[in-house]
């Protein structure tokens, strides 16, 4: 607890917006990534998926595909070795069915119906090309339509639960205005930069792999499952990630079959997808129909949010998008219930993406929340504050930190928000456009996982810091040295850090926004355990400043160390070290939240979004052209890395609103626009007067350094602040994402 109430002051790293440490190598095209790596004797492999949705695969032409030059192995059910973990099972609680060439059936479009594998990339695409599959074809479904689905009974990792506090049908009865809207979200992919990509390399029962991973130990731990090995003999490396957005936190089938080739051939393979082989086998966020109902009563407090989300998941695994419990934290109701429902399709198991749940289900909720002020006479804003949730909604738990109604202010202040006209349509621009303005709530959870670090002082003075943590692009390497410079009082030039590893001790899951926390907080104890440990050194040593002040807490800086408060006694870390014959000293740490702590409070980062759209009247094309975003999510270590983490949030939010679908052909099942060039994402013409306020937050419940997350809130109100902007402007209420020009006409 001591820890816990130091924030303000500390240290002299944490608070600078330091560039990126990876960012010269990225843009000078050093940075090595999985599929970079050619070790000797390799053999690549090319990923053939399903082209049908559901049914079996008749024919194959293996005998075309071996006879090419340089093919070495054509891999289908027929020849695939066994493994020795169940395929249909899982590893773990964080991980999900995989598709392993099984049997000669198919469940998707994209699933993997054979893997070639040849001397060169060219010889085993054309083998791949000339397999020719031939299918018996059964109907499929591959998009939710109006089906009901079923209910979720929540349990294991994919399934959510929902929530129900208050009574609900009183709540409803005593609204004397509501309504009842229906929302839907579209299946969207992930599409990170860097495709899904291994580099396999056996040694004996050794397991080597270049392999993003956004989970390094959790994916040593499911491939030794799969291959019958201890976790242990499983190493990936993972010096860069070209983004992951969750879809990058799971083995995945084609990755397996690609090592699985690898033991078969006693060779090291590589296997990287294409872009439309992205879509299907690794994970997508599922579609969603969701409906709200909002009731009020005179005074606009709302009587009920009822909020059920159905979403698309396969048949044979479990991924619900929990849309639903976005509804949970956020405004104050006197009934309040939130329940899911799923519909199983022909289609891969979605997964976690970009702010799961909270990212498609903040944008029915914000915007039915609009949708409810109109009714009330309201402005969006003045409504939202009317029913701002002191406490968590239904459980009462006061919150660790909540600097939301900041948020509100600060933002609406910097946009102008007060002179928004309530009517929609009266704004137009000096050239005519209808002009709209539009808000929305964020909210994200500050999940941590579990991590360790270690923290050696070195006899000369420096340190090296360790943990296995990983950098998707978010620059978490850079807020994690910063972290680890500060714990140990030194400048960052002196502190070696080193991570992107599994063998380095485990830094948790980079996922649920919590990375920083997570492994921040690992490094953090780390560093204070050496410190503590030095401090046990010089105050037993008769020849130290500090010698008789063993049971004084012990502060660094500029690498000396202190007496706590009392800065007349400090002494250089290399003489204490010296004076002990020029050892190393290693401190340990884990990351932690006090279970009292995390039981007491609700945890979450928060923010307001508000947003400008501009529409032609004529031909009501959309453009977004200002977006102010005020969050509050605890300490800001690196405030450079956070706007950006924030703004790529807020572009996510700008993607789904307008741009990103994929659609499915339904005679084939396949999506029909399985590229970048059909499945459309902002570019930087549709990103303009992009603005990023962060509000300060101390957070002394959260983990000792009062850190909660910044990857993922981003999207969230952003989407119903654009949603709400286009109602404003044109007086239209779209309730399908994305807003196409057709929902406006
Ligand atoms: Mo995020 S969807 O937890 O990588």
Avoid at 279 to 292: D, I, K, N
Avoid at 363 to 376: V, Y
Avoid at 435 to 452: D, R, V
Wanted: proline share 6%; with cysteine.
């Amino acid at each position: 607890m001591s820890d816990t109430m130091t924030p303000q002051r500390y240290g002299s790293n944490a608070g600078q917006p330091l560039t990126r440490r990876d960012g010269l190598a990225k843009v000078t095209g050093t940075a090595t990534f999985a599929a970079d790596n050619t070790p000797e004797g390799l053999l690549y492999a090319v990923y053939v998926p399903a082209a049908i949705a559901r049914g079996r695969v008749v024919h194959l032409n293996v005998e075309a595909a071996t006879a090419v030059a340089g093919v070495t192995h054509v891999m289908t059910p027929q020849n695939r070795p066994p493994l020795q973990g169940d395929p249909e099972a899982k590893p773990n609680g964080f991980s999900f069915i995989v598709d392993v060439l099984q049997n000669d059936g198919v469940r998707y479009a994209g699933q993997p119906i054979a893997l070639v594998v040849g001397e060169t990339l060219e010889a085993a695409t054309e083998g791949a090309r000339l397999l020719a599959p031939r299918y018996e074809v059964a109907d499929s479904e591959t998009t939710l339509a109006g089906q009901g689905g079923e209910a979720v009974e929540p349990g294991a990792f994919g399934r959510p639960g929902g929530a129900e506090h208050g009574d609900v049908p009183a709540g409803h009865a005593a609204a004397v205005s509501a309504i009842d809207v229906v929302y839907e979200t579209p299946a969207q992919y992930h599409n990170a930069m860097e495709t899904h990509a291994v580099v396999a390399a056996w040694d004996g029962d050794r397991l080597h792999l270049d392999l993003p991973s956004q989970a390094l130990s959790l994916s040593c731990a499911s491939y030794a499952y799969f291959f019958g090995i201890p976790a242990d003999n499983v190493t990936i490396r993972c010096p860069y990630i070209g983004g992951g957005f969750g879809s990058k936190a799971f083995p995945t089938g084609p990755q397996v079959l690609a090592i699985l080739a690898a033991r078969t051939a006693g060779r090291p393979v590589k296997l990287m997808l294409t872009r439309a082989q992205m879509f299907g086998p690794v994970g997508h966020r599922g579609a969603t129909r969701q409906r709200l109902r909002l009731g009020i009563d005179g005074g606009a407090a709302l009587t009920v949010l009822d909020h059920e989300g159905t979403a698309a998941t396969s048949r044979f695994d479990d991924f619900i998008e929990p849309a639903a419990n976005a509804s949970q934290g956020l405004y104050a109701a006197e009934a309040l219930r939130s329940a899911h429902r799923a519909v199983r399709l022909d289609v891969g198991t979605p997964g976690p993406m970009r702010a799961p749940g909270e990212a498609s289900g903040s944008a029915a909720l914000e915007c039915a929340m609009d949708e409810m002020a109109l009714l009330a006479g309201l402005d969006p804003l003045k409504f939202r504050l009317r029913n701002y949730a002191e406490v968590e909604p239904g459980t009462g738990k006061p919150y660790s930190s909540k600097a939301l109604r900041a948020c509100y202010a600060e933002g609406a202040k910097r946009f102008g928000w007060a002179d928004r006209p309530m009517e929609p349509g009266r704004m137009r621009d000096a050239r005519g456009l209808l002009t709209g303005w539009g808000m929305g709530t964020a909210l994200f959870g500050c999940p941590m996982f579990e991590a360790e670090a270690t923290a050696t002082l070195r006899a000369d003075g420096s340190a090296l810091v360790e943990t296995s943590a990983i950098d998707m692009g978010q620059g978490a390497w850079t807020a994690l040295a910063q972290i680890a410079a500060d714990s140990l009082g030194l400048p960052m030039d002196r502190v070696e850090f080193r991570a992107g590893h599994s063998s380095l001790p485990n830094a948790g899951i980079a996922g649920g926004s919590g990375h920083t926390a997570t492994a921040g907080g690992a490094l953090h104890a780390a560093g204070r355990d050496a410190i503590r440990k030095l401090g046990e050194i010089a105050a037993a040593d008769p020849d130290s400043p500090l010698h008789g002040s063993g049971n004084a807490d012990f502060t660094a800086r500029d690498g000396r160390l202190y007496v706590a408060g009392d800065d007349s006694r400090s002494e250089d870390f290399a003489a204490i070290l010296s004076r002990a014959g020029a050892v190393d000293l290693t401190g340990a740490g884990s990351a932690s939240r006090p279970a009292a702590d995390a039981e007491a409070h609700a945890m979450n980062s928060h923010g307001a979004v508000f947003a400008e759209v501009k529409v032609d009247p004529d031909l009501c094309q959309v453009r977004v052209t200002r977006l102010v975003g005020a969050f509050a999510a605890g300490r800001i270590i690196n405030p450079r890395l956070t706007e950006s983490q924030l703004m790529g949030g807020m572009i996510w939010g700008i993607s789904f609103a307008l741009h990103e679908e994929a659609k499915h052909d339904p005679r084939s099942g396949r999506i029909m626009n399985a590229d970048l060039a059909g499945y459309h994402v902002p570019v930087n013409a549709d990103v303009r007067g992009l603005e990023v306020l962060t509000i300060h937050e101390d957070d002394p419940y959260v983990n000792a350094l009062g850190i909660k997350g910044v990857g993922e809130i981003g999207v969230t109100g952003t989407v119903g602040a654009i949603a709400n902007a286009i109602w404003h402007a044109t007086g239209k209420r779209a309730r399908r994402f994305p807003i196409r020009i057709e929902d406006l006409l």
